[in-house]
């Protein structure tokens, strides 16, 4: 992924705050859990390597999905951690289905060790559904881990003083998420996960809030640099980068002194939340030093 710290998994853990708690199996694990693109590695693929993982790929806006994934947390609790349910959500998280190949949702994909194993496409009604998860569990027999020792401790967090921010995130205090990466920041300049952290909140509180139809108003007012501004804020916000990086160059190229300034210091501000070896951010850059000489 090419943001240091991805704007879609923020918006999801922002937005989960009055989500209910996920179900466990009698050992303690949650047999359903919901992924986004940050943390899809450890939920998906370091998971798949203990228990088969069910990917189900959904959009809150399909009748289809919500009622599909009503039936597989069902089975995921029947199951009793015999295999996990990841719930991603397509809109948040479209490289996710993009990686996936992912045409239409709801569509499922069994991934093992790793690897996509099986997929399913469309609502099943249960029979389905059981048929195609016994499948799966004759496949991975003996292949895998299997879930690890209720009584091992849980593993030291590389650096627990994120621990802070990471809790007011998922409680959607980004004000509180703020302070805690600012804190370490203050304690250690030159921290690149702090900094990266704080970019992105910082990003994310800016935008909350936003009319819907800001694009729309930006475009009804192209001289208007604050409507500008927040309209490419928006369509960075929608994983629409390369428009946001151009709507800004814009700018950039018909405003002069203070607005330009402020439109080109926007711009700088925006490729921050990006690997400078991003391809879009060296574009962008070129064309940056076009509109500006």
Known sequence: MSGAVDLSALKAKAQAASAPPSPT???????????????????????????????????????????LTQSLEALAVEGDGAWVLANVDVDVNPRIAQAFGVQAVPTLVAVAAGQPLADLQGLQPEESLREWLAAIARAVEGKLTGVPNADEPAPEPEDPRFDAAEAALAEGDLAGAEAAFQEIVDAEPANKQALN???QVRFLARVQGMPDD???????????????????????YQQRTEDSFARVVELVRRTR?????????????????????????????????????
């Open 25 to 67: 199996a009698a050992n303690g694990l949650a047999v359903s859990v919901t992924v986004t693109e940050v943390d899809f590695e450890a939920e998906v693929l370091v998971r798949s390597s203990q228990v088969p993982v069910i990917v189900n790929l959904l959009s809150p806006r399909s009748p289809q999905s919500l009622q």
């Open 214 to 236: 800001i694009v729309e108003q930006a475009d009804a007012a192209p001289d208007d640099v604050d409507l500008g501004l927040q309209a490419a804020d928006a369509l960075l």
């Open 257 to 293: 002194e203070d607005d330009r300034a402020r439109a080109r210091a926007r711009l700088l501000e925006l490729f921050e939340l990006f690997d400078p070896a991003d391809p879009l951010v060296v574009t962008a850059r070129r064309k940056l030093a076009s509109a500006l000489y």
């Open 197 to 199: 952290g704080l970019r």
